[in-house]
T-cell receptor, first 112, second 116 residues
Framework: DAKTTQPPSMDCAEGRAANLPCNHS???????VYWYRQIHSQGPQYIIH???NNETNEMASLIITEDRKSSTLILPHATLRDTAVYYC?????????????FGAGTRLFVKA | SAVISQKPSRDICQRGTSLTIQCQVDSQVTMMFWYRQQPGQSLTLIATANQGSEATYESGFVIDKFPISRPNLTFSTLTVSNMSPEDSSIYLCSSFRGDNMNTEAFFGQGTRLTVV
C-alpha cells in the first residue's frame, strides 16, 4: 500500500489560505489521492479526491504534482471551524481496494 | 449525501462485560468497515464486513474479541467482548457508495466507549 507523509501540525490565520502538503512518493498509477478531515468528536468527513488532475469543489482545492508523488490541499479562506485533523490517504489498488487506511494526519489550527 | 446512524453514541461499561455497537446505513452498501480510534490517535481499521460472509480482520484484531455481524446490506454490528480499560476508544463504522475506485467513504459519528 502507498504510504503518505504529512506534517504533524500547522497553523493558519483566519481568512487566509491553508495549504496542507502530503507526500505519497510510492503511489501507483491507478491509486487516487483522498483527503478527509476530522473535527473534534466527530466522524471523518470527506473533502476531495483526485487522480492526476487538479480538482476543486465547494470545500477545497487539490493540487497534485505532475509526477503524482505529492499533493497539496488548499482551503482558500480558512475559518475557525476548519480547525481539525486533515488526513491524506492513497486508496490501495488491490482486492482490498476499498479499505481506507489512515495515517497520523495534520492537525490544523486556525487562529483568529 | 449518504448517512450512517451509529448507536450508542457513548457508553460507560464495566470491565469484563461486552458492548454491541450498531450501524445502520440509509441505503444498501456492499462493504462496511469498523475502525477504532484510541485517545489522541488516528483511526485504525479493525475489519471489513461483507454481507453473507465472515468479516475480514486486520492484523492485531481477532474475531473472538471483536465479533462482527452483517445480516443484510444496510446493517452491521461490532461487539467489543470481555472489555478492559485498554478498550476505551471511539469506535466508528464506515462504508462507500458505489463499487468503483472513484468513490469516497462516509462515516458514522462514532461510539465513545469508556471501560471502568
Amino acid at each position: 500500500d502507498a504510504k503518505t507523509t504529512q506534517p504533524p501540525s500547522m497553523d493558519c490565520a483566519e481568512g487566509r489560505a491553508a495549504n496542507l502538503p502530503c507526500n505519497h512518493s510510492t503511489i501507483s498509477g491507478n491509486e487516487y489521492v483522498y483527503w478527509y478531515r476530522q473535527i473534534h468528536s466527530q466522524g471523518p468527513q470527506y473533502i476531495i479526491h483526485g487522480l492526476k488532475n487538479n480538482e476543486t469543489n465547494e470545500m477545497a482545492s487539490l493540487i497534485i504534482t505532475e509526477d503524482r508523488k505529492s499533493s497539496t490541499l488548499i482551503l482558500p479562506h480558512a475559518t475557525l471551524r476548519d480547525t481539525a485533523v486533515y488526513y491524506c490517504i492513497v486508496r490501495p489498488q488491490n482486492t482490498g481496494g476499498f479499505k481506507t487506511i489512515f495515517g497520523a494526519g495534520t492537525r490544523l489550527f486556525v487562529k483568529a | 449525501s449518504a448517512v450512517i446512524s451509529q448507536k450508542p453514541s457513548r457508553d460507560i461499561c464495566q470491565r469484563g462485560t461486552s458492548l454491541t455497537i450498531q450501524c445502520q446505513v440509509d441505503s444498501q452498501v456492499t462493504m462496511m468497515f469498523w475502525y477504532r480510534q484510541q485517545p489522541g490517535q488516528s483511526l485504525t481499521l479493525i475489519a471489513t464486513a461483507n454481507q453473507g460472509s465472515e468479516a475480514t480482520y486486520e492484523s492485531g484484531f481477532v474475531i473472538d474479541k471483536f465479533p462482527i455481524s452483517r445480516p443484510n446490506l444496510t446493517f452491521s454490528t461490532l461487539t467489543v467482548s470481555n472489555m478492559s480499560p485498554e478498550d476505551s476508544s471511539i469506535y466508528l463504522c464506515s462504508s462507500f457508495r458505489g463499487d468503483n475506485m472513484n468513490t469516497e467513504a462516509f462515516f458514522g459519528q462514532g461510539t465513545r466507549l469508556t471501560v471502568v
